[in-house]
């Protein structure tokens, strides 16, 4: 999830598209791992050690049974599977509603942007 070279980072795309995306040179990734991911990485890092939704018994999570929830996910996520999503749900309320988006990974909203953008927007004209 913190990738210290070009090469880490293109595993991570892989990871996180359902696609494959092999036509992004080494140079720019290299320019990204530099940009995105040097700067202040311990701190990042700590960040990153505190992600424990579904991972111990703790939840650090409050529900919001009075507030109306959007979690969109992809099918496909490699990254976070879908029964996060499903448990995610489950945590923050009767008022939540979970999206999946068929053959998406972890970046619905970059790989099918017009479906993704139609959930938001079904969402928000719902909820006002």
Same mark, same amino acid.
């Given at each position: 999830?913190?990738?210290?070279?070009?090469?880490?980072?293109?595993?991570?795309?892989?990871?996180?598209?359902?696609?494959?995306?092999?036509?992004?040179?080494?140079?720019?990734?290299? /320019?990204?791992? &530099?940009?995105?991911?040097?700067?202040?990485?311990? =701190?990042?890092? #700590? @960040? $990153?050690?505190?992600? *424990?939704?579904?991972?111990?018994?703790?939840?650090?999570?409050?529900?919001?049974?009075?507030?109306?929830?959007?979690?969109?996910?992809? /099918?496909?996520? &490699?990254?976070?599977?879908?029964?996060?999503?499903? =448990?995610?749900? #489950? @945590? $923050?309320?009767?008022? *939540?509603?979970?999206?999946?988006?068929?053959?998406?990974?972890?970046?619905?909203?970059?790989?099918?942007?017009?479906?993704?953008?139609?959930?938001?927007?079904?969402?928000?004209?719902?909820?006002?």
């Amino acid at each position: 999830m913190l990738p210290a070279t070009a090469v880490q980072l293109q595993t991570l795309i892989g990871l996180a598209m359902s696609r494959r995306v092999d036509v992004i040179p080494r140079f720019f990734l290299n /320019d990204i791992v &530099q940009k995105l991911y040097s700067d202040k990485r311990k =701190e990042k890092m #700590e @960040l $990153l050690k505190g992600l *424990t939704l579904g991972r111990d018994d703790t939840t650090n999570l409050s529900p919001l049974p009075n507030k109306e929830v959007l979690i969109v996910w992809g /099918d496909k996520d &490699q990254i976070f599977p879908l029964e996060m999503a499903t =448990e995610l749900k #489950e @945590l $923050l309320g009767p008022k *939540t509603r979970l999206e999946v988006i068929k053959n998406t990974s972890h970046v619905p909203q970059v790989e099918n942007p017009i479906q993704f953008n139609n959930i938001v927007e079904s969402f928000l004209c719902d909820s006002s």
